[in-house]
């Protein structure tokens, strides 16, 4: 019951990858430069990628609004899905990591597209609500677990209905299932779905992500 074919699933995962996110340099060059300074590889999937990509797209927003930033990897698929005249702001509370991505986009040709804000996320998302700035028309919840509830209750004050709300990281292997796992991160992610799910101005779904390890994505279209 609670085994399944770990193998089989990362060779279907490598299957989908070469078929529908093969090789690009400009990524691979994204992922050496986190590497070389010192960033953990915590960035999404190549197929994660490719799915925010086409949410986005899909989506058509303009105004794209990441939460947690690290090197840049989602950033840069994100941006590229952008509409000309589109952009992406980008939240980072590590000046280190913000530089990192700073100098991926920059090598990406996106410096334009896209925006990167050092500081706690939810006090630079309290100052955007508060100063008029959006609507977005796609949030990518990806920072600290622990405030993911917080981060969805910042993000429906800057979207408008037909926007989505994504948040990856909220199956952790499975620790979700727990009432309450000794896992930080997991009670959050347990917490944002929960709240999500309940949540009267949303339609929502988990849509489960295997690298590695089995975690998810949520995908929330706002009324
Ligand atoms: N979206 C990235 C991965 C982000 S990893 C990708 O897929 O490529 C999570 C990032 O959130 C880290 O860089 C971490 O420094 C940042 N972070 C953690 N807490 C934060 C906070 N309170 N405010 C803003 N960023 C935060
Ligand atoms: C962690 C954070 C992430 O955003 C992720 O995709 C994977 C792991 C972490 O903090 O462990
Ligand atoms: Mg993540």
């Known amino acids: 019951m609670e085994s399944i074919d770990e193998k089989l699933i990362d060779r279907v995962?490598?299957?989908?990858?070469?078929?529908?996110?093969?090789?690009?340099?400009?990524?691979?060059?994204?992922?050496?430069?986190?590497?070389?300074?010192?960033?953990?590889?915590?960035?999404?999937?190549?197929?994660?990628?490719?799915?925010?990509?086409?949410?986005?797209?899909v989506s058509g927003a303009r105004h794209?609004?990441?939460?947690?930033?690290?090197?840049?990897?989602?950033?840069?698929?994100?941006a590229r899905a952008l509409p000309p005249g589109g952009k992406v702001i980008t939240l980072e509370v590590n000046p280190k990591n913000a530089d990192v991505a700073r100098k991926n986009l920059g090598l990406a040709g996106l410096e334009d597209q896209v925006e990167v804000r050092v500081g706690n996320a939810a006090e630079t998302m309290r100052q955007m609500a508060a100063s008029g700035e959006g609507p977005f028309g796609l949030v990518f919840i990806d920072a600290d677990k622990p405030r993911y509830v917080e981060y969805l209750r910042l993000a429906l004050e800057l979207t408008q209905s037909g926007s989505l709300i994504l948040a990856d990281n909220v199956i952790r292997n499975g620790r979700v299932l727990e009432a309450s796992h000794r896992d930080a991160n997991a009670r959050g992610a347990k917490a944002f779905n929960d709240a999500m799910a309940a949540h009267p101005r949303l339609e929502s779904v988990i849509l489960p992500i295997y690298r590695d390890k089995l975690d998810g994505l949520s995908i929330s279209r706002v009324k």
């Open 13 to 57: 995962d490598r299957y989908v990858e070469a078929l529908c996110a093969p090789h690009d340099a400009v990524l691979a060059e994204n992922l050496k430069n986190a590497e070389r300074a010192g960033l953990p590889s915590i960035n999404v999937s190549p197929n994660e990628g490719k799915l925010l990509y086409l949410l986005a797209k």
């Open 64 to 78: 794209i609004l990441e939460i947690g930033t690290l090197g840049g990897y989602s950033t840069t698929w994100l």
